[in-house]
């Protein structure tokens, strides 16, 4: 690893001597870039007792990502890579992964994490790294769905809850929740539109992950039964 590549901006307690309340807990690890909205409400829905994980780690690439200012904020151990310290895509996913071995996580999640991931990881957690992506998937994958979906004139957009392999936003699909487009919308309103469902269904997904409720079957993926009205956050509102 490059010196100095990796900059520990916030560990309070050796991730192994964490307490767990009550069930076993699912050690998560948070990959961003940005700002960390969706961070923040994973967060919240783990401090309000709706989602049974907590968060070992919140790793950035980016130094100026004010997610990890809501990772120290909430006293979560938060740590910056500079990917341009390192080689190539594979050693700096190779520090990544140090990182999170280190915390012993079992998911990871992307939330705004502007990088493609290669094998070092995906091998390492097959079927266990999600990503929220603010399109209806198979459409508009990559960078600027919400300008793509406004060119394009489509009058239904939202955003894809999926499974990270080797492509780009091209893994099997767990949830989606859809947003009318509207005649005056900007690629800034259509924005906010799209992130307050983010917000609602990705707490959702993780939930159902932490449950053992998620089946792939080839690019199916199927959702075990669980108590009542544990599912409505698939339900789309309406419009």
Do not use: W
């Amino acid at each position: 690893m490059p010196e100095q590549s990796v900059l520990n901006l916030f560990d309070p307690v050796p991730a192994h001597t964490s307490e767990r309340l009550g069930n076993q807990r699912v050690r998560v690890a948070v990959l961003v870039s940005g700002n960390g909205s969706n961070l923040q409400s994973i967060i919240d829905h783990i401090e309000a007792g709706k989602l049974n994980a907590s968060i070992a780690c919140v790793i950035s690439n980016r130094e100026d990502a004010f997610a990890l200012e809501r990772a120290k904020k909430h006293q979560l151990p938060a740590f910056y890579l500079n990917h341009r310290s390192f080689p190539d895509r594979m050693s700096f996913d190779a520090a990544v992964l140090e990182i999170v071995r280190e915390h012993a996580v079992e998911l990871v999640v992307l939330a705004g994490f502007n990088r493609i991931l290669s094998t070092v990881l995906l091998d390492a957690f097959p079927l266990a790294i999600l990503n929220i992506h603010p399109a209806l998937l198979p459409a508009f994958p990559g960078n600027q769905a919400q300008r793509l979906a406004l060119q394009h004139g489509v009058k239904i957009a939202g955003c894809t809850v999926h499974f990270v392999d080797s492509g780009t936003d091209t893994g099997p699909i767990i949830a989606q929740a859809a947003v009318p487009v509207l005649d005056n919308d900007t690629e800034e309103t259509l924005s906010r539109r799209i992130l307050r469902e983010e917000h609602r269904i990705y707490p959702g997904v993780l939930r159902l992950f932490t449950e053992g409720r998620i089946r792939v079957e080839g690019r199916r993926v199927f959702i075990s039964p669980g108590e009542q009205d544990s599912n409505d956050f698939l339900e789309c509102p309406r419009f």
